[in-house]
């Protein structure tokens, strides 16, 4: 009896271990959950979609019944999309179906035309797919939420570093016609001028030579002129041959060239002579007029005789504008080739702006252009008048000139700042936010909700998955703020599509694709 006292042990554990042998013949070897030891375990469900997600029994892909699919137009050769709601938008998935306004059908000519657009994979099938939630619950637990298709005001445009110059055609560099000393400097930097306004004098020994020859020249003409009537006068009583009144008219178209020589001269320096005015003045007004030539008498009024000398040459604005540089004073020398004063018309000024070559093509002239200079008055308008037609061999960019208008002066040379070339401005064009666009490889899609989502607690919670065109690309600055991506066409207004979040639909639409690829059937 104690032997067999001391076998039970042994029996226990052999039945112990015939026991757990047999039960996990029977539970596949599997341990139990704690709820299942517990007795608080719910008997398994075989009313599962493993597929999509969501009990099978309410599989719209399953069960096309439930929720039949829209109607298929398939691919929009003009918009680029499936389903065109531009074309078909009895697609849009709102309560009413809407009438496709030819005011969107324009709008999308012009995006499509005012730049190159990423396309779309027309044999692509995924927008046949929708992604459906098991409850409202699931949508919440999966951080999906929602965002108005709406209207929106926008501007596309290259942005562009530039620069502020003068304007090159409206900006004069005045120098002496002849070498000489500074007599005397009328104006100074910042003042305006009027063209022909005498900004300096000159004494130039160069031109007093040039008067003192045209004065020669007048007497020498005059001298001859009167020997010729004398010797006509004489040849036609026959008292000199008339070879002799010949040479003496010789000597008078000598005479006259002479004159016509020393008159070119004194308009090659900027003095402009009436000769026919002087040949009737007696010789002491003659030196009078040519010694002030060229200096208004309201300054000449002022000099002294004694110190003026008949040398001096008036160097004058070119132009109508401001004085924007002066490189003398009174009594330095001065040559031709040194530029004294700078004038500029500042009413209108040189934009230069530095675009990528990429974005060269996109341009066109009197496109409007928008810049902002560094601490400047805030964003100024201008127009594109001139594109370069190469690129810089360094930074590879290509220049891009705009005129700005400066009627105030407020504008300044050598600004640099960023600027704006518009390619395109809309008034109420169709946009969503950036989040709710998903590229998934050979298409651009969003996901809209289906429009009877919320008709009763048992009613699909679908998203169907739409193709779109873009328009103004990704972090476009919308009128109400936020970053927005215009579109083209694939949705209508009032349509709800996923936006925050939206990254779930896109990883099950991926994983339903796996081993198809985006254009599987």
């Given at each position: ?128 797919r929708r992604i459906q939630f098991a409850s409202l619950d ?96 004489l040849s036609s009583q026959g008292v000199v041959a008339g ?259 939206s990254d779930v639909l896109r990883a099950e639409l991926l ?11």
């Amino acid at each position: 009896m104690s032997r067999f006292i001391n076998h039970i042990p042994t029996l226990l554990v052999i039945v112990l271990l015939v026991g757990l042998g047999v039960y996990g013949h029977h539970a596949g070897w599997r341990l139990p959950k704690f709820s299942a030891l517990a007795g608080t375990a719910t008997p398994e469900q075989d009313d599962w979609c493993v597929e999509h997600g969501v009990p099978e029994s309410q599989c719209v892909e399953c069960r096309p019944g439930l929720l039949p699919p829209v109607k298929d137009y398939g691919w929009c050769r003009e918009h680029g999309v499936h389903n065109c709601p531009l074309e078909h938008p009895d697609i849009a998935q709102v309560k009413q179906t809407p009438e496709a306004a030819e005011a969107d059908r324009q709008r999308a000519a012009r995006a499509l035309a005012a730049a190159p657009r990423a396309e779309n994979n027309a044999p692509c099938k995924n927008y046949r797919r929708r992604i459906q939630f098991a409850s409202l619950d699931a949508v919440k637990k999966a951080g999906v939420d929602v965002a108005l298709v709406d209207r929106q005001d926008i501007v596309e445009s290259i942005p562009a570093s530039g620069e502020i110059t003068y304007d090159q055609t409206q900006l004069a560099n005045l120098s002496a016609r002849a070498a000489g000393a500074v007599w005397r400097v009328e104006k100074k930097i910042g003042d305006r001028v009027r063209a022909g306004e005498v900004l300096a004098l000159i004494d130039a020994v160069g031109v007093g030579r040039a008067k003192t020859e045209l004065l020669q020249s007048l007497a020498q003409e005059e001298f001859q002129r009167t020997t010729l009537a004398r010797l006509e006068s004489l040849s036609s009583q026959g008292v000199v041959a008339g070879r002799q009144a010949q040479q003496a008219q010789a000597d008078l178209v000598q005479a006259r060239s002479r004159v016509l020589g020393a008159q070119q001269s004194l308009l090659n320096l900027g003095l402009p002579v009436d000769v026919e005015e002087l040949r009737r003045l007696p010789e002491d007004e003659q030196f009078r007029r040519l010694r002030w030539l060229g200096i208004p008498e309201t300054l000449t009024q002022h000099f002294d005789p004694h110190e003026a000398t008949t040398n001096l040459l008036p160097l004058r604005a070119s132009m109508d504008g401001l004085i924007v540089a002066r490189r003398i004073v009174a009594g330095e020398t001065v040559d031709t080739g040194q530029v004294l004063f700078q004038v500029a018309d500042t009413g209108r000024m040189w934009l230069t702006l530095n675009v990528s070559v990429e974005d060269a093509g996109k341009l066109a002239l009197r496109l409007p252009v928008r810049f902002r200079p560094d601490g400047g008055p805030g964003e100024v308008d201008g127009t594109l008048v001139w594109i370069s037609t190469t690129a810089d061999p360094q930074t590879r960019m290509v220049a891009a000139r705009a005129e700005l208008p400066n009627p105030q002066g407020r504008l300044r040379n050598e600004t640099f700042g960023t600027g704006r070339i518009i390619l395109r401005e809309e008034k109420a064009a169709i946009a969503v936010p950036a989040e709710a666009i998903h590229g998934e490889g050979c298409c651009h899609v969003v996901f809209v909700r289906d429009k009877g989502y919320f008709d009763g607690r048992d009613t699909p919670k679908v998203f169907h998955v739409r193709t779109v065109r873009l328009g103004a690309g990704h972090q476009l600055q919308g009128s109400v703020g936020g970053k927005f991506t215009e579109i083209i066409s694939g949705l209508l207004p009032g349509e709800v599509v996923a936006s925050k979040g939206s990254d779930v639909l896109r990883a099950e639409l991926l994983k339903n694709s796996l081993g198809e690829g985006c254009c599987a059937k």
